[in-house]
């Protein structure tokens, strides 16, 4: 008994101690939780609100491109998709099976669709089909009920109003690339578009607008469970882009070079800069970049030797052959050289024992500046080349935008070639050789220049203004020259600029000029010109000895390119044009004749001077 | 310290049922289906609705209401004479449950009863206690200095316990162990001893370890730092934590708790339930659930120390400490101060066994506690003072 009370006793206290223990250890408890729910309380509910919400962005629609009477380029038209979500579909194959009674799927797709239904999570929607015609999607809504998961989704697609008419300039967009990703979480948004070419590329940060976002909760396996309305921040649209291009004249200067397998055509406002068209074919669709381009059409694009997809405009480079001529003699007048100054063309001109032929076997005889220029006298420019000096010339060309970028607003542009004596020293290393000079002197050797380039020559000589080409109109759609501010005047004496125009209105206007065939006869719409003609290849001694020399006899990509600078009207210069054959032979035979089309087009239309009242009127319901 | 007489006048052995009814203390009954509505509250609102959880678990908890009444009307004689044979049993599904284990490579706690499926672990909480009641029952204040006769004992605790790491299930092993020593504790046992048995038992963890399986290994291993499998466990008690923490003192509302509804909570109807309640409630909720669970502990104790027999009183303490457990390792673990070890909310947490193990614990305290006047000498079974 006494054990007993003992056994009692000790129980008494050690359970007593026990039960002490347990509440210590509740208390500790207590403490963890005043210390999650109340100390770090405001840590854990920032937490658990980044848990829940998840922001999604909301695409931006894309600025539209217009033509500088508002014409629309580019614009977005809704892309219809049609989207399942597997965990709402119950039967895939079923619902699958009924949906290719509206719209076209081959057992290919659908195939694909249940592997991808297979590989996601369920909920996460699968795009079936895209852009859908209303009678298709008319169609799905009517079936809606038997159509359980199934959900129509509205995107944007880009679409091009004129197709090949301007696909150069425009440019187009498509799914950026690896190499696109900035870290902007709009680039990786599933069906977003940035500009990769043209306009597209060059302003694609204004055009693309500003992501809007919404807030949605999500659960722990990202499922989206509703959207917080309040929290909803609308997208800002991108911002319409302007162009200087008159459309209908892109329309006539790319449909007039169709004639051509490869040509390009610059047409400029001598005043302005205003690039008012800008052809080059082959063309290519914009359109098909915008769906997706396979394969097989890319290398069909890539590997065509008329390179459709380049623009030969800026992109191509070319010896400007005898459309450089105007630079040889600015460079002599700037020295001093009397532009009636008369140089005797035996038809060969000889610098040490080089020596250099004439266009014309047999020679032109005496000719001055302005003859020069008609006849486009390689003897005449040969000498005055060698007076001159190859750095004057360098410096002359230089101040008409050639031997460097014009600065067009699209990528890709070229930069041509202008070379001096220091150009040869730093690349060759050798000193520039007197016998170089002639040759640069009716603009072979190294010299090139793009068509742009050559564009901005003939209005710089045109205007007296140191002309900068662009696409990108500023001020009101509609609106005239008051909105785009002339350029400021070239650093060159008018009188110099009256000898070089008046040697190339002789080009076009003057019995026996070079380009007398092309000349513009309308009143006061007369042209001034000057041709020129860049071989691709060398003509060996043989060849000329065999009497091989012949264009024509020569296979396609070894014929010379033909060249033609203008201006016009002659009294009152405002518009100028370059157009370029490649492979097409002589530039008054080929080239002439286009430019001649363009040249009264461009003036018939007068886009820099239209009235535009009434054409805005007609245009801006878009 | 003095405790107050017992409530009732009571000196007879034998009671008839209607006597052990009125004997039965129904406020703590009260306290109990009071956590069950808590429960209940807490099941409904993980899945917004009764269904699949709150229903099931309210229909069992009224079936474990009549098992506690049932089990608290039995004779405490019986449990004393039965309960090596009830440990023998336990002890043996045990065996059966690592066996088919071992032929499944899984992690099998259970037996398939189809009406029901049998956790073996769980059954042992109760069969050792029962056990180790027994055994201390029959040894005198005297005996218990004697460190040879804690050989048996501590037998008992370990061997159980074996069994259950190689399942392996660490949660009930510690559970095992701790309701042990708390039974050794206020059985008189010295304390130097715990000290040795502690020593001896981490000695032993080398050997034992090499015993086990690589993949028994690298789940204990995992059990121990969840902060390895970050996706895992870690992600769990990330989580948990953010849903406590978030809720904050008063709570985000009834059926409101984000982190539980987005499913961002794991198990959020079972071993994580506390935090949802937490992340609902606040720490208000929390705290008042507590407290409902320190008046059952008070009840414990208040019974032991009115128990008139060593029987009764060790068995009720043992009960309460595994009541204890239970409660402590849950919110603990819940509240990243333990490893996730998978011990359940008792009466909270969905699932059966459990609970059916704790309402047949609270049977077992209401038995001591209608006994609580019967007087069991150290050798028989009957009263002989």
Redesign the interface.
Known sequence: MNQEKTRSLIFTRRAALLGGGQLLLLSALVGRMYQLQVVEADRYKVLSEDNQISVRLLEPPRGRILDRFGISLAENDHNYRVEVIPEKVGDLKQVLAQLSRFIPLTDEDRDAIMLDAKKRRAFVPISVSENLSWHQLASIEVNAPDLPGVSIEVGQRRRYTQGRNCSHIIGYVAVPSESDLTGDPLLELPGFRIGKAGVEKQYDESLRGKQGSKRVEVDAVGRVVRELEDKRIAPTAGQDLVLSIDIGLQQFVQQRLASELSATAVVLDALTGDVLALGSTPAYDPSMFTRGVTVREWQDLTSDPLRPLANKATGGEYAPGSTFKMMVALAALKKGIDPNRHVVCPGIYTVGNTKFHCWKKGGHGSVDMYNAHKYSCDVFFYDTAMQTGIDNIADMARSFGLGAPTGIDIPGERRGLIPDSNWKQATYGEPWYPGETPSAGIGQGFITATPMQLAVMAARIASGRAVVPHFRRSGVIGGDEAATAEAPALDIPERHLEVVREGMRRVTNDQGGTAFRARIAEQGMEMAAKTGTAQVRHISMSEHLSGVRKNQDLPWQQRDHALFVCFAPVASPRYSLCVVVEHGGGGSAVAGPIAHDIMLETQRRNPARANLGQKLAMTQKS | ?R?PEPLTTFRRAELSIAEKLHQITWSMLFFVVLIGVFGFAMLYSAAHSVDPWAMRQGIRFVFGLGVLVAVALVDIRVYLRYAYAIYGIAFMLLIVVDVAGEIGMGAQRWIDLKVIQLQPSEVMKIALVLALARYFHRL???N?GNPLVLVVPIIMVFAPVGLVLMQPDLGTAVMLVLVGA?MF????VRLWKFIVVTAAGLGAVPVAWNFLHDYQKNRILTFLDPESDPLGTGYHIT?S?????????SGKGFMKG??A????LPERQTDFIFAML?EEL??IG??LL?LLY?VL?VYG?AI??NSRN?FG??LA?GVT?NL?CYV?IN??MV?G?LPVVGVPLPLISYGGTAMLTVLFGFGLLMCVYVHRDLKIGQRGLGDD?
């Open positions: 310290m405790w005198s204040a005297d218990i708390a504790w206020v059985a008189g989580q934590k953010i849903a406590m923490g978030s809720g904050g003192l984000s982190q509804y987005l499913n961002y937490s606040g720490m929390g705290v507590l320190t502990f104790y032991a120390f060593h009183r060790l303490i400490v204890f402590f919110m603990a509240m101060l003072s």
